[in-house]
């Protein structure tokens, strides 16, 4: 089964009460003014029963713009199509939402390439994050959210100006900033598998692989909230000097210095728990530095989704032994697996984030060739940006909605 599905399927239980309940509606001497204009207004459906849309007065164009899986391919560029389509109607359980930002995902790849859902065939809508503002909703969603309500999301079709959202799955938050897309999955999956697979405790060694990328700089945030010593990989002085800011104790730009001998010199007894995404050398060289009962927890494989299999080299022959040899761990971790957990998760950092307690950097890509992702079209860009390990933080693309002429209402 797919991680999409089965995030989809546990995620609706765990959301619930999770941020900023539906909007305040505006005050009782406003309804004869709301009732007028509604009056006035054509509606999309006249059964009116079906679904509210526009009730803010916010146009709806009858077309937009959405990236689409024409074929499967780990070249995201070759998988991808930009496409115009009908705005969607939300259903009775739904929600319409105007995007804002999209967040940009390594697995994005792996979608493209057909990874996740075997069954699933082109073409089929791109894109797994979103925040932006309700503009439209079913008739059993308005018990819980109203239009104008902002919400954050995950689920297929995100790369569109506008996206149906079911509501179970929407996540209500008090403004349209991208800094929630970064909590969403990259800083809920840092935040369980620390805390259920990590098993830290203060004075120990964490080292933090990718460490200024999308998840790592959670990973290095909570590990230092537990009073661990945090060493975090990264291939540039921006880098290290962004990663420090966020209490990392040893930044290690792998460009600059050899990662190994660092390891060997300054943990001579071995780094007690590895934050692993990277894969292939990186994964092998984690495994050999493990202290005696460290733990290795393996949330991605990054260096290999480019590639025909999708999986990195390793060279696991001689795991079993070197496991044995130090009563080590090494332990996968899958989002889907741990939906129980992910409500606390991210009300937790919510709260964290409102308090300034923890910091969730996104890279809009103002350094990227070409400038600040904006646009549909950019997605590309960001994509590619990524995949070279020029972001810092979480890479997300600002959605620039199409002209209000032509509207629905």
Do not use: W
Request: aromatic letters at 8%.
């Amino acid at each position: 089964m797919s991680t999409l599905l089965l995030l989809r399927r546990g995620t609706r239980s765990a959301l619930r009460g999770v941020g900023a309940g539906r909007r305040q509606r505006r005050a009782d001497d406003d309804a004869p003014a709301r009732v007028d204009a509604a009056a006035r207004r054509s509606i999309v459906d006249t059964s009116y029963s079906a679904h509210f849309m526009d009730f803010a007065g916010s146009s709806i164009p009858s077309g937009m713009r959405k990236l689409v899986v024409t074929e499967l391919s780990a070249d995201f560029r070759q998988a991808v199509s930009v496409r115009t389509a009908a705005v969607p109607t939300p259903g009775d359980a739904e929600l319409l939402v105007r995007n804002r930002f999209v967040g940009i995902n390594a697995s994005d790849i792996n979608y493209s390439a057909g990874r996740y859902d075997r069954s699933l065939k082109p073409p089929f809508d791109a894109g797994l994050e979103g925040i932006g503002e309700v503009v439209g909703l079913g008739l059993s969603a308005s018990s819980h959210f109203a239009v104008g309500d902002t919400v954050a999301y995950f689920g297929s079709g995100a790369f569109a100006e506008y996206t149906v959202v079911p509501a179970k799955e929407s996540v209500p938050v008090p403004a349209v900033k991208p800094e929630f897309l970064a909590l969403l999955v990259s800083g809920a999956t840092a935040y369980i598998a620390m805390k259920r697979l990590g098993d830290l405790a203060e004075g120990q060694t964490v080292l933090v692989t990718a460490a200024a990328g999308g998840t790592g700089q959670f990973a290095v945030q909570l590990a230092k909230q537990a009073g661990c010593r945090v060493i975090g990989t990264c291939s540039s002085d921006e880098k290290a000097g962004f990663l420090k800011s966020l209490g990392c104790d040893r930044p290690v730009n792998y460009a600059a210095e050899d990662l190994a001998k660092t390891l060997r010199e300054e943990c001579p007894q071995g780094v007690d728990v590895v934050y692993e995404s990277v894969g292939g050398s990186v994964l092998e060289l984690a495994v050999n530095s493990l202290a005696t009962k460290g733990r290795l927890i393996v949330i991605g494989f990054i260096s290999g989704y480019q590639t025909a299999s999708g999986f990195p080299k390793f060279s696991g022959g001689t795991l079993p032994v070197k496991l044995l040899q130090k009563s080590a761990s090494m332990r996968g971790f899958f989002l889907p697996h741990f939906l129980g957990d992910y409500r606390e998760a991210l009300s937790s950092m919510m709260q964290m984030f409102a308090k300034g307690k923890l910091v969730c950097e996104v890279d809009y890509g103002d350094s990227a060739q070409g400038g600040r992702f904006v646009g549909l079209e950019s997605v590309f860009r960001a994509v590619d940006y990524m995949y070279a390990g020029k972001n810092l933080g979480k890479v997300v693309v600002e959605v620039a909605p199409p002209s209000v002429s032509n509207s629905k209402l």
